[in-house]
T-cell receptor
Framework: KAGVTQTPRYLIKTRGQQVTLSCSPISGHRSVSWYQQTPGQGLQFLFEYFSETQRNKGNFPGRFSGRQFSNSRSEMNVSTLELGDSALYLC???????????FGPGTRLLVL | AQKVTQAQTEISVVEKEDVTLDCVYETRDTTYYLFWYKQPPSGELVFLIRRNSFDEQNEISGRYSWNFQKSTSSFNFTITASQVVDSAVYFCALSGRFRETSGSRLTFGEGTQLTVNP
């Protein structure tokens, strides 16, 4: 079974731009979660989607948003990028609540 | 609120040494799950083990073993006879029922950078 895939793997943007990251979960997994990893803040939860509905949201500003499609693929969007948004963005999928989350390779975003 | 503490920021050992990574957690949930993930330089988080709060039985998988002690809120990870390929950042994580909303999230510790030298 293929693992979680994320595209693109690397991205360079400038301040003020917006960016969309994509995540394809493991086949059969209906839950997708997003995490941000930075050297200063570590791994932080962004949001979780299940069956196209946002079920949980972390403590991030409204510039961070996401959605999930009927095939369980998910996208996250960051608008008006700031330098501090430079991070590794990790997507994880699982079959359901309380099940193990399996992570993708991440998207490394650099904001200049 | 949930919290995971990994007090060891960096550990350096010589190949074949045993090494233990510490993890202490805090939660008010009565049902919760503990995890260990490995993050090699490539960045992907690799799942190693999951433990639920009802099962305090220690587990061994090859050179890896885990010691879960609910009385001290600890979930420590030991690598026996370490190898260079074990070099990575290791994260302990906690998942519990999020009271205010449905669903759950992983709360991660700060991570421990393990370097195994030949």
């Amino acid at each position: 079974k293929a693992g979680v895939t994320q595209t693109p793997r690397y991205l360079i943007k400038t301040r003020g731009q917006q960016v969309t990251l994509s995540c394809s979960p493991i086949s059969g997994h209906r839950s997708v979660s997003w995490y941000q990893q930075t050297p200063g803040q570590g791994l932080q939860f962004l949001f979780e989607y299940f069956s196209e509905t946002q079920r949980n949201k972390g403590n991030f500003p409204g510039r961070f948003s996401g959605r999930q499609f009927s095939n369980s693929r998910s996208e996250m969007n960051v608008s008006t990028l700031e330098l501090g948004d430079s991070a590794l963005y990790l997507c994880a999928s699982r079959t359901g609540e309380q099940e193990t989350q399996y992570f993708g390779p991440g998207t490394r975003l650099l904001v200049l | 609120a949930q919290k995971v503490t990994q007090a060891q920021t960096e550990i350096s050992v010589v190949e074949k040494e045993d090494v233990t990574l510490d993890c202490v957690y805090e939660t008010r949930d009565t049902t919760y799950y503990l995890f260990w993930y490995k993050q090699p330089p490539s960045g992907e988080l690799v799942f190693l083990i999951r433990r639920n709060s009802f099962d305090e039985q220690n587990e061994i998988s090859g050179r890896y073993s885990w010691n879960f002690q609910k009385s001290t809120s600890s979930f420590n990870f030991t690598i026996t006879a370490s190898q260079v390929v074990d070099s990575a950042v290791y994260f302990c994580a906690l998942s519990g029922r999020f009271r205010e909303t449905s669903g759950s999230r992983l709360t991660f510790g700060e991570g421990t950078q393990l370097t195994v030298n030949p």
